[in-house]
């Protein structure tokens, strides 16, 4: 099993930029489909961006297209999301998430292992 460390989150004016990263280890030895999922009080944990394991295909929600992009490092085994011209609505609780070697993260019921969150705020 890989564990997982965010890191990146913070308190940021609206219209404000902030870089996640996911910091993976244990069994990396195969790279794994990664995602980004948030959780805001109240709602329920939704997918933002993932990006397969190669890193060639990559997914963002409607709700961030344009506005977030995540990337991967294979060879440090991290994990991005660049997230810009932040909004109010996108405070909430990041997640980071591994999934199997083939495939994309973009459902809880893919997901193997969970990283701890880290906070995002976005004051207007």
């Known amino acids: 099993q890989v564990q997982l460390v965010e890191s990146g989150g913070g308190l940021v004016q609206a219209g404000g930029s902030l870089r996640l990263s996911c910091a993976a280890s244990g069994r990396t030895r195969s790279s794994y489909a990664m995602g980004w999922f948030r959780q805001a009080p109240g709602k329920e944990r939704e997918c933002v961006a993932a990006i397969s394991s190669s890193g060639d295909t990559s997914y963002t929600a409607d709700s961030v297209k344009g506005r977030f992009t995540i990337s991967r490092d294979n060879a440090r085994n991290t994990v991005y999301l660049q997230m810009n011209s932040l909004k109010p609505e996108d405070t909430a609780v990041y997640y980071c998430?591994?999934?199997?070697?083939?495939?994309?993260?973009?459902?809880?019921?893919?997901?193997?292992?969970w990283g701890q969150g880290t906070q995002v705020t976005v004051s207007s």
């Open positions: 998430a591994a999934g199997s070697s083939r495939g994309m993260v973009t459902t809880i019921n893919a997901v193997t292992s």
